[in-house]
């Protein structure tokens, strides 16, 4: 099979040797895969060698040999730690949820990463129905869906493109922060009494400083550091959330954000245009 390799500081189209599945894992035949800002560091940082990855969505060609999860023939989408960008990728069975008929691959592959990060965040969040909600970075996958599931939970949620400094008007319940540096010192600035603060990112690459009386001030506020991978890991997110984020979108009740598609043999283009942020939402290469 082909896949994008990491060589010599480059993401090269190569042959490579099928992944070997363990029991626990399904071997799935790519259709799609969305791209995310943190794999831009995870190719940078990888090692000779590497199959870069995260989000898929494709065909299941062999059965977890432990007997659980989707069977062969099955459409699904996953989140995987690596290995993503080849054309066959081993995915835990309980990573996988099945793509309903209504619902196509490319879409299906944009929901993993950003999709389960905001559901964990609103599971955070607790009850939002009638309250403020701010989301920072909301051009951005994650953003365009947290607009979309906040509305669904009944929050009163305002968008920002970049960062939290200098807005006025009532503090916020539960903001959604992913651009770091001085936009998180603002969002704890910002934050009602007993609200929560839910960091997911650093897109900023800045240091983020504050004083630590303004949480004493704020009855209980908090802050939670979310990184999806120890979620799904710790079971505090799973292939049901998965599911249900698929069920809303065959509903229609949830609009996948893809401002871009590309041919798979186009993905280091794709992975560019996502790293100079020449559009808004997700990104998708297609097999």
Same mark, same amino acid.
């Given at each position: 099979m082909k896949a994008w390799v990491?060589? =010599?500081?480059?993401?090269?189209?190569?042959?490579?040797?099928? /992944?070997?599945?363990?029991s626990n894992e399904l071997l799935v035949r790519v259709a799609a895969c969305s791209l995310n800002r943190g794999e831009i560091?995870?190719?940078?940082?990888?090692? !000779? =060698?590497?199959?870069? @990855? #995260? !989000?898929?969505?494709?065909?299941?060609?062999?059965?977890a040999a432990n007997g659980k999860g989707p069977k062969a023939g099955a459409r699904v989408c996953a989140l995987v730690g690596s290995g993503g960008w080849g054309e066959v990728v081993a995915v835990p069975a309980s990573h996988a949820a099945v793509v309903p008929d209504g619902v196509e691959l490319?879409?299906?592959?944009?929901? /993993? %990463? $950003? =999709?389960?990060?905001? %559901?964990?965040?609103?599971?955070?969040?607790?009850?939002l129905a009638g309250k403020r909600m701010l989301v920072t970075g909301a051009s951005g996958g994650v953003g365009q869906f947290a607009i979309q599931l906040g509305a669904i939970t009944g929050a009163d949620v305002t968008a920002v493109?970049?960062?939290?400094?200098?807005? !006025?008007? $009532?503090?916020?319940?539960?903001?959604?922060?992913?651009?770091g540096g001085p936009s998180l010192g603002a969002a704890i600035e910002r934050v009602a009494r007993g @609200? +929560?603060? +839910?960091?997911i990112g650093n897109s900023s690459e800045q240091e983020t400083t504050f004083n630590a009386r303004t949480l004493y001030a704020k009855g209980g506020a908090s802050i939670y550091g979310l990184l999806i991978f120890e979620e799904l890991d710790s079971l505090r997110v799973t292939a $049901?959330?998965?599911?249900?984020? &698929?069920?809303?979108?065959?509903?229609?009740?949830?609009?996948? /954000? %893809?401002?871009? *598609?590309?041919? #798979?043999?186009? &993905? /280091?283009?794709?992975?560019?245009?996502?790293?100079?942020?020449?559009? *808004?939402?997700?990104?998708? +290469?297609?097999h």
């Amino acid at each position: 099979m082909k896949a994008w390799v990491k060589r =010599g500081g480059a993401l090269q189209l190569q042959e490579v040797s099928r /992944p070997i599945a363990a029991s626990n894992e399904l071997l799935v035949r790519v259709a799609a895969c969305s791209l995310n800002r943190g794999e831009i560091r995870t190719v940078q940082r990888a090692a !000779d =060698g590497a199959i870069p @990855g #995260w !989000d898929v969505a494709g065909t299941v060609i062999a059965a977890a040999a432990n007997g659980k999860g989707p069977k062969a023939g099955a459409r699904v989408c996953a989140l995987v730690g690596s290995g993503g960008w080849g054309e066959v990728v081993a995915v835990p069975a309980s990573h996988a949820a099945v793509v309903p008929d209504g619902v196509e691959l490319d879409v299906a592959a944009t929901l /993993p %990463i $950003a =999709g389960l990060t905001v %559901i964990r965040a609103l599971d955070v969040a607790g009850s939002l129905a009638g309250k403020r909600m701010l989301v920072t970075g909301a051009s951005g996958g994650v953003g365009q869906f947290a607009i979309q599931l906040g509305a669904i939970t009944g929050a009163d949620v305002t968008a920002v493109r970049d960062v939290v400094a200098g807005m !006025d008007g $009532a503090p916020y319940d539960f903001i959604l922060e992913s651009v770091g540096g001085p936009s998180l010192g603002a969002a704890i600035e910002r934050v009602a009494r007993g @609200g +929560v603060v +839910v960091t997911i990112g650093n897109s900023s690459e800045q240091e983020t400083t504050f004083n630590a009386r303004t949480l004493y001030a704020k009855g209980g506020a908090s802050i939670y550091g979310l990184l999806i991978f120890e979620e799904l890991d710790s079971l505090r997110v799973t292939a $049901a959330d998965l599911e249900r984020l &698929l069920r809303l979108v065959e509903s229609g009740k949830l609009q996948s /954000p %893809i401002a871009l *598609r590309r041919p #798979w043999k186009e &993905l /280091p283009e794709a992975l560019h245009e996502l790293e100079q942020r020449s559009f *808004r939402g997700k990104a998708v +290469v297609v097999h």
